[in-house]
């Protein structure tokens, strides 16, 4: 014990002042706190004004927490990658993501991220020319759009307000119109993690069954699978495609790829195919085939692992656990939201994602500030807005290895960082949380 309290002076360096300790960051430009509580004046001792020394929590909407027991699991030597142990982990995990997926169709895995499973849809179905329809709601279905319209495919964007989930209604009288018998293929992400809604898969597909269109339907279910209910073949999706790094709960690197009866027909005269991300060539028999050169080993025995975790916990409780966290987060922000500072992107709740959800800021310098506080001064880690929402927002994620004390954990150091930068907000979020989990989930 030396008597002194160490701090960060307004020029960024650090220093000692005796019975004083002053905090400055880049989050809070100009400021300083004095932190003296009179146990401090009794019993002095060296502090650096931070309490993140422990495991930093990662909040963002991907890559998400990867479970300590999938992390083990990748720590082998690499094996065998023609005969043997790794076949069997393939195929069992093409046959558990068929059950992930909801479908009896084919299932593919990629060396990419969720982007790549995007390339791999549009390639192995479309011809250069084909015109597609993309549903707007956030920002990654318009880049789903962009990507294609790169590849030579005629893009038309139903555009929307991005704080609403898809009016089916909408794409109905779309695709009833004389020039929509040209539209090949219909894009939708099912949870957009820019906007944080939550579209109604089903209510989509029956819109264009209403129009007695025969366009190809195109899930992407990047921040949904594996958080909210998803049944492809019953919903009467086409195509449908995912990631590792976010409800699969697994390192990022790998995407998946489903493709349902009609797929596979129009994957005949597509144009578009390319070698690597070729549907035919990756039905061979030869092992490598699979994944057009070496398998991605180390991937795969997360993978693997990943899914083993889920189908224990079982799919309906996965998706109760999510929606129960997620209530909990709406909860809190309900109550942030009557300081007038903080609100919704997505009104109405019942569009809300159960996976992530974007908090809108009234002030932009606050975003910051909040970003920096959480991150520097406890450890936790929050998704920044991006898209439309870029420096308006930040985003909590509720989504795959998360529990209640991680999340109210998180929902704390966020109220607490608040109350410390001054952004206006009503007291008794967390409170709001803790008491819809404990209603929701008894004794």
Known sequence: MNGLLTGWGNNGKHHQAVGLTYCMDMGFPGRSFVAMS???????????????????????????????????????????????????????CLADLKKVFGTEGDTYIYISNGHGAWEAA?????????????????????????????MGVEVEVLEQDERKAVDPAAVEARLKAPDAAD???????????????????????????????????MVDTIASLGTTPFD??????????????????SPPGLSFVAAGPKAARAHQTADLRTRYWDWTARQGEMHY????????????????????????????NVFTRHRLLAGAVHKTVEVWSRGGSLG???????HRAPSVTPVLVKDPAHVTQLLA??????????????????GRAFRIAHMGYVNAPMLLGTLSVIDMGLGAIGIPREKGAVQAAIDHLSDAVGV
């Open 289 to 316: 085939m699979k994944f057009c050169g070496t398998p991605p080993v180390h991937g795969l025995f997360a993978l693997r692992k990943s899914l083993d975790m889920l189908l224990e916990e079982g799919l309906e």
């Open 373 to 390: 506080y959480c991150e520097h001064k406890a450890g936790v880690i929050l998704g920044v807005g991006i898209g439309e929402f870029s």
């Open 232 to 249: 492809m073949d019953d919903w009467g999706v086409d195509v449908a495609v995912t990631g590792s790094q976010k409800g699969l709960m």
């Open 122 to 150: 549009l390639t192995n179905t479309l011809s250069r020319g084909d015109k597609v329809l993309v549903l707007q709601s956030g920002r990654f279905a318009v880049g789903w759009g962009e990507m294609a319209s790169m």
């Open 38 to 92: 009179r146990r401090q004046r009794d019993y002095p001792l060296e502090i650096n004004m931070t309490l993140k020394t422990g495991r930093e929590f990662l909040a963002i909407p991907g890559p998400t927490n990867i479970p300590e027991p999938v992390l083990a699991a990748m720590h082998r030597p690499a094996i065998e990658i023609y005969k043997g142990e790794l076949v069997g982990i393939t195929t069992s």
């Open 183 to 217: 539209i090949k293929a219909v894009l939708v992400v099912q949870i957009d993690t820019a906007s944080g809604v939550l579209n109604d898969v089903p209510a989509i597909r029956r819109a264009i069954d209403a129009a007695g269109h025969d366009a190809l339907f």
């Open 344 to 350: 919704f992107n997505i009104e109405t709740p019942e």
